[in-house]
């Protein structure tokens, strides 16, 4: 039986690994500021500024997780030869992240997602507009081949491999391919936000619901159809370890290479402010849990908690061992 007190047993086995995270990082930019009126100019309130907060966002919020969690991360992406790209590298740098492997393209912007916050006397600022600077243009076979000598040097090091698919242009076909010709024997993991083919014959594959429903063309209610749809995920893409299906409030569904599925249910959350970044934690928690030798359930399980903490937040947030444990202890 699945107890609080066998996920608990997992907690400390989180840290002490080296994972490889590769994807699409992005700054994540709140500007906070206080409402005081409608502006004359537009039917918008206008906001007075109170402060700014700067959260490593796509690929860099799995490593964030990681390295909260007691583990090494090392990110592996591209920014932007700007001002943008040097504060990722130096809030990065600040979280204990290793960003040796992080190239410089001058022929892109680093990934912004600028958020203006009004304050409101809630619990948490309400998000008004969102900026995003981008571009998806895929990277260049140059910068392909740096990344993967790049790859290459790390990989005698590493317990896994984690990748982060924010549609940035860097994860494509070719790269991805490369990839898992270069993982060989070893872990690796999406979290895939759809293009599921790019993924075919990793470990584990993550996905949410609308996901899988985009990719089955088809809809999905209830246990019986999350059932059939992560086996038949699982046999299409080939993986050697599990297809993981997240459900939200219904918590996620795991079908294994062995024929076994399985509904891991949420936690009764009730203070739910905010999802993003939820997905995040819970492929960093997959990963490092089933690096750690545990059994799919038991990873999907022990995810769907640490997902929960991360929920009753605004933003991206990066739960610790303290904190997971409690949410254990309070929600088991």
């Not at 030869?81 to 809030?91: F, I, K, N, P, Y």
Request: aromatic share 6%.
């Amino acid at each position: 039986m699945l107890t609080p007190d066998k996920l608990k047993s997992w907690i400390p086995k989180l840290a002490g690994q080296r994972i490889l995270v590769i994807g699409d990082v992005i700054l994540d930019e709140y500007l906070i500021g206080r409402t005081t009126r409608l502006s004359r100019e537009a039917p918008v309130p206008v906001l007075e500024f109170e402060s700014r907060q700067l959260i490593p966002g796509g690929a860099a919020n799995p490593a964030a997780n990681i390295a909260k969690l007691g583990s090494q991360a090392i990110q592996v992406g591209v920014i932007g030869s700007d001002t943008a790209g040097t504060t990722l590298w130096q809030v990065l740098q600040a979280l204990g992240i290793e960003v040796n492997a992080l190239l410089k393209d001058g022929t892109r912007p680093t990934t912004v997602k600028t958020r203006i916050m009004a304050q409101m006397g809630l619990r948490f600022p309400q998000q008004v507009a969102r900026l995003d600077t981008l571009s998806r243009e895929p990277i260049s076979p140059t910068v392909e081949g740096r990344l993967c000598e790049l790859i290459q040097e790390q990989i005698p090091r590493i317990d896994a491999i984690l990748v982060s698919d924010y549609h940035g242009g860097l994860l494509t076909e070719s790269f991805v391919s490369k990839i898992r010709q270069q993982a060989g024997s070893i872990l690796v993991t999406a979290d895939a936000q759809g293009q599921l083919d790019k993924y075919a014959q990793f470990s584990l594959v993550k996905c949410n619901a609308d996901d899988a429903r985009d990719y089955l063309r088809r809809d999905l209610h209830g246990d019986d159809d999350f059932s059939a749809a992560a086996r038949e995920l699982c046999d299409r893409l080939r993986l050697s370890g599990a297809m993981v299906i997240t459900r939200g409030p219904e918590g996620a569904t795991v079908a294994t290479t062995q024929g076994e599925v399985s509904h891991c249910r949420a936690p009764a959350v009730t203070d739910v402010y905010d999802v993003v970044g939820a997905g995040d934690t819970a492929i960093a928690v997959l990963t490092l849990a089933v690096a750690a030798g545990a059994p799919y359930v038991e990873a999907t399980s022990l995810a769907n908690y640490a997902s929960g903490l991360v929920v009753r937040r605004v933003g991206n947030y990066s739960p610790t061992p303290d904190e997971l444990i409690w949410a254990l202890e309070t929600w088991g």
